[in-house]
């Protein structure tokens, strides 16, 4: 949703600290205001950066507080009576709407993880596998590509292919074969949006692997070959182990993602299939509030899903310690 | 280069150069379709019945239908623009900011570089952004569509690692002689960091140019759409481009309405196609430096 970074890339793990940098420290313990004159460069240079930063990622928590009010536009938000939990009412009762995009999203993000997540990890062992450098090349370029294409182009990509009129139905239809019914069919629509993730990342999301696996020391492979193992063995026994950590790594961030699901994938078709098989919780918010007006509600579940999802980063990144692995940060 | 693997038997290649044959297939077929429909005539749209994908007679005049003035026309122009002005704010404000915590002895550098990290865990709700979009008076405005993605707090700590792995020697000695922190910034620190600036830039750059979540929320005006949503609109919603929408163009020598739709999904995809080989060797580099040594 926010322009720049792919879902693929990581967040970077514990910032390391440079070793003693600042080669005009005048002493030890410079007074304050002296170490502030020194470093008036780098402060200002910070400003704008941090300034929009707080502007539209910290400033906009604040307005979660409209989940606890009755919010009216005109009032305003700071007019609008405090209501307590009401707007959470949706959630508690199960309300039947609710329970359907949470449903649709837990199931989606079920494919993600054991659908969508392997494949870069088969494709990259593939990759890796490619003795000539060229081809490896030119084969990476082209799955990388989808990436960097719109969610609205990628859709209207699989309507030319998959749709009523499109590629595949033509031929079909050309040799007097039974047409298929996918782009406009709720039932397929999960599957549909796991292939579309599929077509659009699966290339992209191996860049991390490829380079973890070009990191694994040639001479665990050598000797692995000397004890006998052949090529599978060797996969198994000394790549896979060398990928465990991103591995780790992306999953963790994938679970804190769990109740996320492409707003910008979803919406544009959700008028094909209907909101029953197509609403997950991020459209729920968009269409509940900004279009139909009911803020409070709106507002509630987008907090209620921001702080599941940041709890679960935590859990994970904790389940990950007890195993040993690194996971994104390190307390 | 496959130092120590064990080589795969003939068969096991064949089956690899199969699986990865059609996995470049999948993602290239596409690609020529809908150019080749594009440019296809009404006669051969109508007897393909709609998606053509080896032309025998091709004509350019689905784009200059697009091009000629008209509501495709006006949201590349917006598109552009966005995207110029967005990248452009958004390169100088992280390569700053990157730069700002660059240096981990330096003041404040502790609270700063905290706000920064945090932002990395959550990303605000949808009602509230728009909110702070509303209050501030930025809706319906371009602004709306650049000031709140104009920064992305991985891109900075990407930077940022990328800034502390600098040769110190260089910057040392450029103090001695008289430089202070922003000809450093200037004249040797950004200069370094060519490539992975380009990279961070292409980051920014396409999702200016992709972004469709933005737009629709921060818009109301039509008239300001930017392509993503032309897109939706006439491509996949299938609206009908008539002359109305198209400048200039009469009704006899209108080019075939799927033409019209892949010409403008061409249209949408090719700056993304025209930027990408340049950055693209950069990639490995310049992305994997914050993600993996983090």
Known sequence: ??????????????????????????????????????????????????????????????????????????????????????????????????LNALGNTLIITLLQVLVVFPVPIGLALLLDSLVSERIKRIVQSVLYLPHFLSWIIVIAIFQ??????????????????HTISIISNPDLFKLLVTGQVLWKDAGWATILFI???????????????????????????????GLRSVIVLLLILRLGQSLTFGFEQIIPQQQAVGVGASEVLDT??????????????????????????????FVANKVAHWFGEQGIYQS | MNGGLVAATRPARAVKAVVLLVCCAIVIVPFIGIVATSLSTRDEVVRSGGFVMFPSKI??????????????????????????????????????????LSRSRSTLHKPLLMLVLFALLFTPGIIPSYLVVKTLGLYDSYWSLILPVA???????VLRAFFMELPREIVDSARIDGAGD?????????????????????????????SFFTPLLYLQDNAKWPLQLVLRTYVVNQTNLGVDQLGGIGGAQLPPEQ????????????????????????????VLIGAVKG
């Open chain 1, 284 to 313: 729920y918010v968009f269409n509940n509030g900004i279009i139909d007006g009911d803020w409070g509600t709106a507002a509630a579940v987008g907090l209620v899903k921001g702080v599941v999802g940041v709890v679960i980063v």
């Open chain 2, 182 to 210: 922003f000809a450093i910034l200037w004249r040797i620190v950004l200069p370094m960091s060519k490539a992975v600036l380009a990279v961070i830039g292409l980051f920014y750059a396409v999702g200016y140019w992709n």
């Open chain 2, 259 to 286: 033409a019209l739709e892949m010409a403008i999904l061409v249209l949408s995809i090719i700056p993304i196609l025209l930027v990408y080989p340049f950055v693209q060797r950069h990639f490995s580099r310049g």
């Open chain 1, 1 to 98: 949703m926010r322009a720049g970074l792919p879902q693929a890339t990581v967040a970077p793990g514990p910032v390391r600290e440079a070793t003693p940098e600042h080669p005009r420290v005048p002493t030890p313990r410079a007074s304050w205001w002296r170490r502030l004159l020194r470093d008036k460069v780098l402060i200002l240079a910070a400003v704008p950066g941090i300034g929009l930063l707080l502007l539209f990622q910290y400033f906009p928590l604040l307005g979660n507080v409209i989940a606890f009010k009755d919010y009216e536009p005109f009032i305003g938000i700071l007019q609008s009576p405090w209501v307590g939990l009401t707007n959470f009412a949706v959630i508690f009762d199960g309300d039947p709407a609710f």
């Open chain 2, 59 to 100: 004509t350019f005049g689905a784009y200059q239908a697009i091009l000629s003035g008209g509501v495709v026309t006006r949201a590349t122009v917006v598109s552009v623009a966005v995207t110029g002005v967005g990248t452009l704010i958004s390169l100088v404000s992280t390569s700053l900011l990157s730069y700002g």
């Open chain 1, 211 to 241: 380079a973890a696996l070009s990191r694994i020391d040639p001479t665990l492979y050598e000797a692995s070959a000397i004890d006998g193992a052949g090529r599978w063995r060797q996969r198994w026994h000394v790549s896979l182990p």
């Open chain 1, 160 to 177: 030319q292919m998959l749709g009523d009129a499109g590629f595949m139905n033509n031929f079909l239809r050309d040799h007097g074969l």
């Open chain 2, 151 to 157: 920064i992305n707090a991985f891109n900075v700590i």
